[in-house]
């Protein structure tokens, strides 16, 4: 009954009988409840038979009892016992004194060790498995919406593009995968910082904390369709880029990743919001240009636009290439606002060069910002000489050859003329290499870096006459057979920093880190095109190859060799992208339509007196419209 079934339990567990009815002062126990009830009752048995009865019961009652009783102690004697035998057990005596035991312990420990470790193989190989087929579905996903895509024409292909090779679709998938590889790694470990450090897995604010990754791969993202990191991407630019930094940035780079990626990303995509960031941080930047001759400081305080040169240029010198390569930008930006004072201050700076122009056409790296005089140092086309005669050229590219950019192919062709002086080629293997010059004196040394060289020279060939033309062409490709094989010559068949050329032998490596850099692919990128030949593809391939063999790891890619952990942001905006296009169709930013900035951003090409209107296709606008896949 109600009563009895919590008592009894209670009992059970208890062995002190008195504590089954526990009296409540003032109140009866259950027992003499039910006894007075019992003896109350009219109906009830005499109270003979009820005491013959309650006895029988006590009796039986003591018996329940007692059983309970003994089993109790037995119980509480057993787990005595039990647990002397636990802590008997984990006492090393005992098994020392039992040898067979403790090969039969250490036997099952063996086994159930192996056990694990087997299961554990397992799901990893399991894991590797699952992912390598997710990455081939993908692949095929995307094959299959290439191929539809081919078939109602919905990519951009025109009728002059060839048929597309199946080799380079997938080729083109593996590019796109490696991005998504870096990209999510970027999302995962350094999401807003400036660049991923793959090996600790974390990030750094390399320039300042400008989202420096996220905005140079916006465009990548934006070209190969990646629609869904796009969008994420374009949420953090809107909500969370802030340029209001007091930070000295260097304004060469700042204006090349990121006044550069937003401008792209505009002219992509037509979102204003790209446009007005860019307006932001060029505002911020212009301050540097307020020297005596207009040849800016190349660092300056985002935030009270304090602008300075470093120390260690030569006393406080402007670096070449880190004062001319904003033509571009800031020409563009003026276009794309209406507003000119952003390409006067590029422009003025160009006029004040071609002032004592030499006739070579070529420029130490340091020049003096308050009068313009070249300091007395090192002539190259590699580290901190390179992008200002890239750019002579692609102004006048992106200035559609006009009579108003005459000026600056005028500059550049002085320039290659001092470029050809510079050429030589090495013993035994008749490589043809780039010199540097330190006043009138050779130095044997090229740096990769000045492997964009022979791209720009296949651009700008089309510029001279049918001998000259034929003639820099050889030369670019020359240049990029030695570029490719800096590549070609290092264990890792990825290129070093620099090489020498030792009194004219074939090629050393001097550092021979690589940091993901794209010069010879980007060289590659403008040969195919240019020329059509599949051979640099080819080589385009083998070097993606590497990348992927040598500096991929599990959380991003990273440099080869003792440097400095770390994805640069150059490779998502630059190496990926120029691979991607080595095996896109030619009409994918089409070199008529676009020009790349010294960063691979591509900028609509818009002639001097159009003011720019939005010149890009409802097709091209939509996003993946650049191409599918
Ligand atoms: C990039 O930032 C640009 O290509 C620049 O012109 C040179 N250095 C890096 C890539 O190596």
């Given at each position: ?430 490589f043809t290499y780039i010199r540097e010059k330190n006043g009138n004196n050779f130095v044997d040394k090229m ?183």
């Amino acid at each position: 009954t109600k009563n009895e079934n919590p008592l009894g339990i209670i009992s059970f567990l208890k062995p002190d009988n008195s504590s089954d009815e526990v009296p409540i002062r003032g109140r009866a126990t259950p027992r003499q409840n039910r006894r007075m009830d019992m003896s109350e009752d009219p109906t009830s048995a005499t109270r003979d038979g009820e005491r013959r009865q309650l006895g029988e019961l006590g009796s039986d009652e003591q018996r329940l009892r007692k059983e309970k009783e003994t089993q109790y102690i037995k119980m509480a004697r057993g787990r005595s016992i039990t647990s002397s035998g636990i802590w008997r057990y984990l006492n090393p005596a005992y098994y020392l004194r039992r040898p067979k035991r403790l090969a039969l312990l250490f036997f099952v420990f063996v086994s159930v060790s192996m056990v694990v470790w087997d299961r554990m193989n397992l799901a990893r190989e399991h894991e590797v498995e699952v992912y390598k087929l997710n990455e081939e579905v993908l692949r095929l996903e995307q094959m299959l919406e290439e191929l539809k895509g081919v078939g109602n024409g919905k990519t951009l292909m025109t009728q002059k593009d060839v048929p597309q090779n199946p080799v380079d679709i997938e080729r083109r998938q593996k590019v796109k995968e490696a991005m998504l590889h870096a990209w999510s790694s970027y999302e995962k470990y350094a999401w807003g910082k400036d660049e991923l450090q793959p090996r600790t897995k974390d990030g750094t604010d390399s320039f300042g904390g400008l989202g420096a990754t996220m905005i140079d791969s916006l465009d990548t993202l934006y070209i190969m369709g990646l629609h869904e990191q796009f969008q994420k991407a374009r949420e953090w630019v809107a909500t969370s880029l802030d340029f209001d930094k007091d930070y000295d940035a260097s304004m060469f780079e700042t204006t090349i990743r990121v006044v550069g990626g937003l401008l792209s990303t505009y002219d992509l995509s037509g979102d204003k919001l790209f446009l007005d960031k860019a307006k932001d941080i060029a505002d911020r930047l212009l301050p540097a240009w307020n020297t005596p001759t207009g040849i800016p400081y190349n660092i300056i305080n985002l935030r009270s636009g304090n602008a300075h040169n470093p120390s260690w240029a030569a006393g406080g010198a402007s670096i070449l290439a880190d004062s001319g390569t904003e033509q571009l930008e800031f020409i563009a930006l003026s276009q794309r606002t209406g507003d000119p004072k952003y390409q006067q201050k590029v422009e003025k700076v160009i006029t004040e060069l071609n002032k004592n122009f030499p006739a070579d056409g070529l420029l130490p790296i340091y020049i003096n910002p308050d009068n313009g005089n070249p300091s007395y140092s090192t002539t190259t086309f590699g580290a901190m000489g390179d992008s200002f005669y890239e750019y002579l050229l692609k102004v006048w590219v992106q200035g559609n050859k006009t009579s108003e950019v005459k000026l600056y192919r005028e500059m550049w062709e002085k320039s290659m003329k001092g470029l050809l002086s510079l050429i030589n080629k090495s013993t035994p293997s008749s490589f043809t290499y780039i010199r540097e010059k330190n006043g009138n004196n050779f130095v044997d040394k090229m740096d990769e870096l000045a492997c964009f060289a022979p791209g720009m020279l296949a651009l700008g060939a089309s510029g001279y006459g049918p001998d000259e033309e034929k003639k820099f062409l050889t030369l670019a490709e020359e240049l990029a057979w030695t570029c490719y094989n800096f590549y070609q010559s290092t264990p890792t068949k990825l290129a070093g920093e620099n090489y020498f050329f030792n009194a004219g032998q074939d090629m050393s490596v001097g550092t021979s880190w690589n940091i993901l850099r794209p010069e010879t692919v980007e060289s590659l990128f403008y040969l195919w095109r240019l020329t059509g030949n599949k051979t640099y593809q080819e080589w385009g391939w083998n070097i993606f190859q590497a990348f992927e063999k040598n500096s991929r790891i599990e959380s991003g890619y990273v440099n080869t060799g003792a440097k400095d952990n770390k994805m640069q942001s150059f490779f998502l905006a630059e190496t990926l992208k120029y691979l991607y296009l080595l095996f896109s169709p030619p009409s994918v930013i089409s070199l008529d339509e676009w020009v790349f900035n010294t960063e691979a951003h591509p900028l609509k090409i818009v002639a001097r007196n159009e003011q720019r209107k939005p010149t890009i296709t409802l097709r091209q606008r939509r996003f993946g419209g650049i191409i599918k896949g």
